[in-house]
């Protein structure tokens, strides 16, 4: 429907009106001119057989409040605590986060708004910042299915702010499905943290096919140059780490990430994990690394099943139940749902040898089965 207060006045109008009442005009003819609909002009047309005198198309917008004013206080008691936090240069942030918000005033106050009505504060308000355009990765790594690569790294942030002392974040994130298997924060980041981080994947969801790391010591003895002063005896990759050497007794691959840019994919989910975390330990006045672990539980609980992936487009994660699949010769294995629906020829399955069979049998165990092991399995 057009906004006629726009385009024509109040005497325009009720002229052509009335020459339609005394018939010198057709109705089409005023439609046109008009651009309005049959039932618009009907509406027009009754309004000025009413009163014609008094008729007029313009009128004043008089809509009550979309908000009380318990939510209107709300959010701007959270936008007041959001500019404190980007204000604080010890703090890591520097753009307003007012999704968190909306999820905030929901979860706490129970208070449904829009972001829209967010932002809308905030610019009236002097808190909004614009966020800053992003560069594009122009390196990644691509699977096909669930297990065949999972990224593991480490952050080091003040997480808590109110703990006066940076924390580090271990995480591991399966690169097809986007689910993050595992996180924990520690005090110090150490080979042992490490490997209960492989020890928690490993016996929950089973072993993947490779495993995607930087070039940190933990996971790879990396040699510097020559020098005239010295020579070294022991290259790059001679000495295996004992992380690594967890990963080969396991008989997982490890590959390393040339540049930081191949490792967005781990990067984004802890910016988005520092950007959720720091806000909710500022705001619960955080200072232990327990109650921080809570608080990361339910945010990577959020992040896996409730939030829909930007590249996934799934608020589910691609990681699908097991079910029991019986071969030709009578051997059962566990199969993802959604990978088994990729087979194409499942009678191949039955061609299976006995030392295959006993591989697929060690991993029952777990509850979780990567499409990725059994495409290993038939390839052994």
């Not at 010198?24 to 009413?50: A, D, N, P």
């Not at 614009?130 to 003040?158: A, F």
């Not at 490993?202 to 495993?211: E, F, K």
Request: with cysteine; charged share 30%; aromatic share 12%.
């Amino acid at each position: 429907m057009s906004h006629l207060h726009k385009w024509f006045t109040s005497d325009r109008v009720k002229e052509l009106l009335e020459r339609y009442s005394k018939r010198e005009i057709v109705r089409t003819y005023i439609q046109e001119i008009l651009r309005i609909g049959r039932s618009r002009f009907f509406m027009l047309f009754k309004q000025y057989t009413e009163d014609p005198q008094h008729f007029t198309i313009q009128y004043e917008r008089n809509t009550p409040p979309r908000i009380s004013k318990d939510i209107e206080q709300n959010i701007l008691k959270e936008l007041t605590i959001e500019k404190e936090i980007i204000q604080n240069k010890e703090i890591p942030l520097k753009s307003y986060n007012y999704s968190f918000i909306k999820d905030r005033l929901k979860k706490e106050y129970r208070q449904k708004v829009s972001v829209t009505t967010v932002i809308r504060r905030a610019k009236e308000h002097g808190s909004y910042l614009k966020k800053p355009k992003r560069s594009s990765h122009d390196r990644e790594v691509l699977t096909r299915y669930v297990g065949e690569l999972i990224q593991h790294d480490s952050s080091y942030h003040l997480w808590a702010p109110a703990a006066q002392e940076k924390w580090y974040l271990i995480t591991s994130l399966d690169d097809y499905s986007r689910l993050i298997l595992y996180a924990a924060l520690v005090k110090k980041e150490t080979t042992w943290a490490h490997i209960l981080a492989l020890q928690s994947v490993l016996l929950r969801y089973g072993p993947p096919y490779c495993y995607y790391v930087d070039s940190h010591s933990i996971f790879r003895f990396v040699q510097g140059r020559d020098s005239l002063w010295r020579k070294h005896h022991i290259l790059t990759d001679e000495a295996t780490p004992q992380w690594k050497q967890v990963l080969d007794d396991c008989n997982v691959k490890v590959t390393y990430a040339l540049s930081p840019q191949a490792k967005w994919k781990i990067e984004r989910p802890y910016g988005w994990l520092q950007d959720r975390l720091i806000r909710t330990c500022v705001r619960e006045d955080i200072a232990e690394i327990k109650p921080a672990q809570q608080i990361l539980r339910q945010e990577i609980y959020r992040y896996n099943y409730r939030q829909v992936h930007s590249t996934t487009q799934e608020k589910r994660s691609l990681f699908r139940e097991l079910i029991e699949f019986r071969t030709n010769n009578g051997t059962t294995y566990l199969l993802q749902g959604r990978w088994e629906a990729k087979m194409q020829d499942q009678r191949s399955l039955g061609d299976l040898r006995s030392r295959r069979t006993v591989f697929c049998s060690i991993v029952l165990s777990s509850p979780r089965l990567s499409g990725a092991l059994l495409e290993r399995a038939r390839s052994a």
